[in-house]
């Protein structure tokens, strides 16, 4: 690169190159700096937007801004076979001629760069912009379907465009490995003249679930020969569950693990973990693995995910491999969404700063990760905690009792608790506190502004009312409560305190992850590193003697370890609890279920017309509708989640407006969240009378039946799984719907 007029000075240059496509979507014009610093501008005539201000993220329906986007945090697929390029140089130092040369590694594309250069010095800067065509002489390019489910079968479409290669035949060969296969080989001859174009398409079949890999190789006349590749994804069409089984292992016995433990599961969706601990009941690796697949991410979900992180941080107890340390990133990434969800105020919402606000009580609980986080050297931003802390202070007098005497454990661990307002609080709110765990919460803090004796009294009370439920708490549970006041045992009732409740709770924390919630979960975890021994603890697998020094001992067997037998043996002169949590897609479709709630999906076509799913043509839109009622009554935060048949892809969410254009629909519930990704759609919304209250939020009321819908286009032709729409309470696991599986077939149009 050349840079013209350097007269002698020092300078740099940047060179980006990007898909010319990406750009014209988003408008992007190539930087200008000459315009930017010299341009002829309006004198003192400027025009800004302050009308986000005025809207009241608190206030009701309307005026209430929505958000979508990726901060949902509901899963998705891990790769997606596309291509786009978007490659930058950064700052390169001109030579004394105003000349750099600058290698740019162009992955495997065919389409149009944009290459955009800025250069720049201490008096002067300048920019240029080129189109680059990248592309063979012959271009090969692959049409997939954005994913598969197992058994699917998809069509797989070559298109060949003889751009400026010579007239004659040219060899083909087709192949997929993996996850994926072709229906039959390919390796074909096509004659291709000057500037002809070839479109060829083949049955791809979909396996087990995991990740194949097709490849393309074109060789013809004048020694041309190109190779490409595309990744594809095979994804289950059900969701995963888990099977957790525990045993007592006395000392000098042995049990072995076969093949039927993953016998239930789909091949290639099994992962199994086998924890040794003192503890009963508590099994820390499948806790840990509950929270970090759950596919959700409101404020609630994202701290339990992180908080047992803190102090859990082996990457062997999610089954990660030593060289993959992942756990201080997923941490210090909940952090920074934390902070994102974090209102100008300072308090935080559900789902995001424009959304609903989180419950009092969420909110001590996230500014308590944040202060954990701290502690533990996480980056929390400095700024983001003292303005949380700030609202929590000015604001802890108006809460309801209960999420004040946790605001006044966040506010003494901060250091801004007055002695004298917990004192008050202590004597005028203390017989309107419901349970046992505010108790503990205000026992800790007590003992945190120096009243040692108060909090001797409020700990009593937390013991005596541990299980004395809070009908105003909807996150809560005796469970979580009995987990927690373990956890802040020591917090609130000094070096004694876990040996005063460990008898009265250790043996009622048992429950089976699959019915447990987030808060269930992450408050066990916290609970059985209270609990941990201390001592070697000597035990063998397959005969190979081995010894820890710390508790849990963690055992990520591998499937062929599994079809082989794992035998696993206490060497140790006290029994211990072997756990074993298998979790998977299960092999077998699992059938329609009502419990507590009620689910059913509709196909439709754009006048209304139930749509045939055995003959849709490529191109066909159709309409969405997943419509159910509560069934149980109560108070219900829902997350219904759609997995999308392959074929198929989302065009629009409908909303209050859009679903205007369609009056045959019914009403539709305005969720908190609602996003469409690649392979699946999800909402989260209310359903029921709210049952706590906030000093902003007064109870809304929010129906016991729900309507959402969204419009699909069929794209790939072949036929697919049709996933069944699970819709369940997030923090009920026992409430829920599931309806039934079935199959698309989309017909070339």
């Not at 229906?183 to 398409?201: C, F, G, I, Y």
């Not at 009403?667 to 919304?685: G, H, N, Q, Y």
Request: overall charge neutral; aromatic content about 8%.
């Amino acid at each position: 690169m050349r840079v013209a007029n350097l007269k002698g000075e020092e300078a740099f240059i940047t060179l980006a190159a990007v898909d010319e496509g990406i750009l014209q979507l988003t408008r992007f014009r190539t930087p200008n700096p000459a315009e930017f610093y010299f341009g002829k501008r309006q004198l003192g005539v400027a025009m800004r937007d302050d009308y986000g201000r005025l809207l009241d993220g608190r206030a009701d329906d309307l005026g209430r801004i929505r958000t979508g986007g990726d901060s949902g945090d509901i899963g998705g697929l891990d790769i997606v076979p596309t291509r786009t390029v978007a490659l930058f140089s950064g700052p390169v130092k001109l030579d004394d001629k105003g000349e750099a040369k600058i290698t740019l590694d162009i992955p495997d594309f065919i389409g149009q760069l944009r290459l955009m250069a800025v250069a720049y010095g201490k008096s002067r800067v300048g920019s240029s912009e080129h189109r680059l065509f990248v592309r063979d002489a012959v271009t090969a390019d692959v049409v997939l379907p954005r994913f598969l489910a197992p058994a699917d079968h998809g069509r797989v479409a070559l298109s060949l465009h003889n751009v400026e290669g010579q007239a004659g035949d040219y060899r083909i060969v087709m192949e997929a490995i993996g996850a994926v296969a072709l229906e039959r080989p390919v390796a074909e001859t096509r004659r291709l003249a000057a500037n002809q174009r070839d479109l060829l398409s083949w049955t791809l079949r979909a396996g087990d679930p995991g990740f194949g890999k097709v490849t393309v190789s074109v060789a013809g006349p004048g020694n041309f020969a190109v190779k490409r590749e595309w990744d594809i994804q095979v994804r289950a069409a059900q969701t995963p569950s888990a099977i957790d089984t525990v045993a007592q292992l006395e000392p000098g016995h042995e049990l072995a693990l076969d093949r039927n433990v993953t016998a239930p599961f789909a091949p290639g969706t099994t992962v199994v973990s086998v924890a040794l601990s003192r503890t009963p009941g508590i099994d820390v690796p499948a806790l840990l693995r509950a929270l970090d697949k759950y596919p959700y991410g409101c404020l609630e979900q994202t701290t339990s995910r992180a908080l047992p992180l803190l102090y859990y941080n082996d990457v062997a107890l999610l089954g990660y491999g030593p060289s993959d340390p992942r756990i201080g990133d997923r941490v210090q990434d909940a952090v920074y969404r934390i902070v994102d969800m974090q209102i100008s105020d300072g308090s935080f919402g559900m789902w995001g700063p424009f959304g609903n606000s989180a419950a009092e009580w969420l909110q001590a609980y996230a500014l308590d990760f944040l202060l954990r986080a701290r502690d533990q050297q996480m980056a929390v931003p400095a700024a983001s905690l003292q303005r949380g802390l700030t609202w929590l202070n000015r604001t802890v007098d108006r809460l309801s009792p209960n999420a004040q005497a946790y605001a006044w454990y966040v506010l003494a661990k901060a250091g801004l608790a007055d002695p004298g307002r917990v004192r008050y609080f202590q004597d005028t709110k203390g017989s309107e506190i419901k349970g046992g765990l505010a108790w503990a919460q205000l026992a800790a803090a007590l003992n945190q502004v120096g009243e040692p004796g108060r909090a001797r009294l409020a700990f009593g009370l937390a013991r005596q009312r541990i299980d004395e439920r809070d009908p105003n708490d909807y996150y809560g549970s005796p469970l979580r409560n009995r987990a927690a006041l373990l956890a802040l045992a020591s917090d609130a009732g000094g070096r004694e305190g876990v040996t005063q409740v460990v008898a009265s709770v250790r043996e009622r924390l048992t429950a089976r992850i699959d019915e447990t919630t987030t808060q269930e979960q992450a408050w066990l975890v916290l609970a059985a590193r209270a609990l941990a021994g201390g001592g070697d603890f000597a035990y063998s697998i397959d005969g190979e003697a081995r010894k820890s020094t710390s508790e849990p001992v963690v055992i990520n067997p591998d499937q062929a370890t599994i079809n082989r037998g794992l035998r696993v043996r206490n060497d140790g002169e006290r029994a211990v609890w072997m756990q074993v949590t298998a979790r998977g897609v299960p092999r077998d479709p699992q059938p329609a279920a009502e419990a507590g709630f009620s689910v059913t999906r509709r196909h439709l076509t754009l006048a209304g017309e139930p749509a045939d799913l055995a003959q849709v043509r490529q191109n066909d839109r159709l309409i969405v509708s997943v419509s159910g009622r509560n069934l149980e009554g109560g108070y219900h935060e829902v997350a219904l989640l759609d997995l999308l048949p392959a074929g198929f892809e989302i065009e629009a969410v409908l909303n209050e407006e859009t679903v205007k254009s369609f009056p045959f629909l019914s009403k539709l519930t305005v969720p908190r969240i609602a996003e469409a990704r690649d392979d699946r759609f999800f909402a989260s919304f209310d359903l029921g009378d709210r049952p706590y209250r906030t000093w902003w939020d007064e109870t809304r009321r929010f129906g016991h039946s729900y309507h959402l819908a969204y419009i699909v286009r069929a794209v790939t032709p072949g036929t697919f799984a049709l996933p069944a729409v699970n819709v369940s309470d997030m923090y009920a696991p026992r409430v829920y719907a599931r309806s039934a599986m079935g199959s698309v077939t989309v017909t070339p149009r």
